[in-house]
């Protein structure tokens, strides 16, 4: 199995709502990621966990809030979103390598719209 | 993070090889270089990666220029298929065995029938 599968696949939410985002995969990887892309830019890196410690945070508002609670999962909780927060959600994994020369999988993505 | 430079786009006909530059001047000497590709509505996917030497694999070709400051992805026999955004990422940091992967634009590559 070398699928990293996020749900929900689309996701509309009000700014005044809390939501979360789902991530899952069960290739052993410890290392997990979370991404934002914006259409037609490049995916940017929001979150790093490594043996479900955060270990990188990009300066992400508050209003994103990581959870990874246990090995094969990873979740981000939203809340209080603007507009401008709309954007596609990538989930990826990377087995844990000290030298970094492994893949990186990524899931589809959660497409969500803040209206 | 080290940054790499890419065009914008590029376009090519099916079944010719593509070769996709990337120039990285500032890579540091523990770098590795990896390329991704994004297939339209779907998340990236590992092309290939290398440190110094040439690569190959079943999807492409990793040429390495001797003082590693640009490489060339190369697909030998290019398909429809194909047609996606590839990117250039120097393998940043590693904070804890987790690998920091910065997508620069990408070049969006066209192939045509």
């Not at chain 1, 979740?75 to 893949?103: F, I, K, M, V």
């Not at chain 2, 030497?53 to 398909?79: G, Q």
């Amino acid at each position: 199995d070398t699928e990293v599968t996020q749900t929900p696949k689309h996701l509309v939410m009000g700014m005044t709502n809390k939501k979360s985002l789902k991530c899952e995969q069960h290739m052993g990887h410890r290392a997990m990621y979370w991404y934002k892309q914006k259409a037609k830019k490049p995916p940017e890196l929001m979150f790093v966990y490594s043996y479900e410690k955060l270990s990188i945070n990009e300066s992400v508002p508050s209003r994103f809030s990581p959870e990874c609670p246990n090995s094969s999962l990873l979740n981000l909780h939203l809340h209080a979103l603007q507009p401008e927060d709309s954007a596609l959600y990538l989930c990826a994994s990377s087995p844990h390598d000290r030298q970094g020369r492994t893949e990186a999988f990524f899931g589809q993505g959660t497409r969500l719209t803040v209206v | 993070d080290a940054k790499t430079t890419q065009p914008n786009s590029m376009e090519s006909n099916e079944e010719e090889p593509v070769h996709l530059p990337c120039n990285h001047s500032t890579i540091s000497g523990t770098d590795y270089i990896h390329w991704y590709r994004q297939l339209p509505s779907q998340g990236p996917e590992y092309v290939i990666h290398g440190l110094t030497s040439n690569v190959n694999n079943r999807m492409a070709s990793l040429a390495i220029a001797e003082d590693r400051k640009s490489s060339t992805l190369i697909l030998h026999r290019a398909t429809l298929r194909d047609a996606a955004v590839y990117y250039c990422i120097l393998r940043d940091v590693i904070i804890q065995g987790a690998q920091k992967l910065v997508f620069g634009q990408g070049t969006r590559l066209t192939i045509n029938p």
